[in-house]
């Protein structure tokens, strides 16, 4: 999951600017406008990445975090689920 995260990332790096500001206010805005809440978060070379969502309305958002409290959204959309594997299968 988080390597398809990261490989969306990095497509969408190139497609379009992202929206900064201080951590606490992206943070706040995903909460109050999206209902989101954060489900995933790892690091990179750049900072903290995190995949937020709202599994009732299945918004997300994908947001950068650098050490200096400044976080970017950096991709977000809707229609999210879970993938329903066989048992067994990678992905």
């Known amino acids: 999951m988080f390597l398809l995260i990261c490989v969306v990332i990095a497509t969408a790096a190139f497609s379009h600017q992202s929206f900064c500001t201080a951590t606490e ?3 706040e805005m995903l909460i109050r406008d999206r209902g989101e809440s954060r489900a995933y978060v790892g690091m ?3 900072g903290m990445m995190e995949l937020w ?3 009732e ?3 997300w ?3 950068q975090t650098d050490p200096y409290g ?5 991709l977000n959309g809707r229609h999210a689920g879970p993938v ?5 299968e990678d992905m």
Do not use: A, H, M, Y
């Not at 400044?70 to 950096?74: T, V």
């Open 53 to 55: 969502d709202n599994p």
């Open 61 to 63: 958002t994908v947001i």
């Open 44 to 46: 990179t070379p750049r």
């Open 57 to 59: 309305t299945r918004s």
């Open 25 to 27: 206010s992206v943070r």
């Open 70 to 74: 400044q976080s970017c959204i950096i």
């Open 84 to 88: 329903l594997r066989e048992r067994g």
